[in-house]
């Protein structure tokens, strides 16, 4: 029951920050009529295991909550996505960096808190 709430507070909290951030926009990619969802944020985490590549982006967040705050407090006050990234991606990003995120929309979330999803593309716009 529990793992249950946890499954579905992540995929409410990752739907929330995807429909209330300003900066979200939608995209669609002609030439094969897939829609993309864009979002923003900050990267919390990286972490890797068995080649599987995975970045903690967080929105909603300051550089001050970053310095001030734990990696579970930042969870539980803004959410959060681990997005799946290429080991290039991957090697390129560091933490306190600010991205934009695009993924598929209508993708699956994994089941977990907080939720997981496959970026298509990740731009760092801020060092």
Same mark, same amino acid.
């Given at each position: ?38 979002? /923003? ?11 599987? %590549? ?12 970053? !310095? ?13 996505? %681990?997005? %799946?990234? !290429?080991?290039?991606? %991957? ?6 960096? !600010? ?8 993708? *699956?979330?994994? *089941?977990?808190? *907080?939720? /997981? ?8 716009? /801020?060092?």
């Amino acid at each position: 029951m529990q793992k249950a709430l946890f499954v579905f507070l992540g995929m409410f909290l990752f739907l929330t920050a995807f429909s209330t951030d300003s900066s979200i926009d939608s995209s669609t990619d002609n030439s094969t009529n897939v829609e993309y969802l864009r979002t /923003e944020g900050y990267v919390v985490e990286k972490r890797e295991h068995g080649g599987v %590549y995975q970045l903690l982006v967080i929105g909603n967040i300051t550089k001050d909550d970053l !310095k001030n705050k734990t990696k579970h407090q930042l969870i539980k006050e803004a959410g959060g996505t %681990y997005f %799946y990234v !290429k080991k290039e991606i %991957y090697s390129k990003a560091q933490r306190g960096q !600010k991205v934009v995120v695009w993924i598929e929309k209508g993708q *699956p979330l994994q *089941p977990s808190y *907080p939720s /997981e999803a496959s970026a298509k593309k990740i731009e760092i716009i /801020e060092e």
